[in-house]
């Protein structure tokens, strides 16, 4: 596993605003941002392109609800690994694996996955302990039962520098 290290951006107050409207949504015009955001429709643009080419703007995606296209269990795997324990690129590219993260404390690894079922949770498990049971000290696993919240927009307002 290569974690990225990203070097923090500076983007000012103006950029924040087109930022945190794009988050909402993506679709709206360009016309339609200017209007909301008060500055010229060239500006807007100038300032998303900047954006995108700084890496701050990573992509525009569809959010999709996991519930209604059928990865309706959510399950979260915390993973402590001995020294020679990576996580290989297939393993890494499966689409039921949502984020993965090295995490400090008594784990080195939080893995987030999607399923339609326990089925296919308790599969992938079992998958797991056989792929990498020599590299693994321990797992803990958890379904979880309700979505009390989450979201895929970042707070940009409440850590970026302040700027002009």
Same mark, same amino acid.
């Given at each position: ?5 990203? +070097? ?18 993506? &679709?709206? $015009? ?6 909301? @955001?008060?500055? &010229? ?36 795997? %915390? ?49 797991? &302990?056989?792929?990498?049971?020599? +590299?693994?000290?321990? $797992?803990?696993?958890? @379904?979880? $039962? ?11 307002? %409440? ?6």
């Amino acid at each position: 596993m290569n974690p990225k290290v990203f +070097q923090s951006v500076r983007i000012d107050s103006r950029d924040r605003l087109i930022a945190a409207q794009l988050q909402m949504d993506c &679709r709206q $015009t360009l016309a339609r941002l200017s209007e909301k @955001l008060n500055m &010229r429709p060239s500006t807007v643009h100038e300032r998303i392109a900047r954006m995108e080419k700084k890496g701050v703007i990573e992509g525009y995606k569809a959010i999709m609800n996991a519930e209604k296209i059928g990865a309706s269990v959510a399950a979260f795997m %915390l993973v402590s690994g001995k020294p020679s324990f990576h996580l290989d690129k297939p393993f890494l590219d499966d689409q039921r694996v949502m984020e993965v993260w090295g995490v400090t404390g008594r784990r080195d690894v939080l893995i987030k996955a999607r399923f339609k079922d326990t089925e296919e949770f308790s599969r992938f498990v079992l998958d797991f &302990r056989k792929r990498y049971g020599g +590299q693994v000290r321990d $797992t803990e696993t958890f @379904l979880a $039962t309700v979505r009390i919240k989450e979201t895929s927009e970042k707070p940009i307002q %409440l850590f970026m520098e302040q700027g002009p």
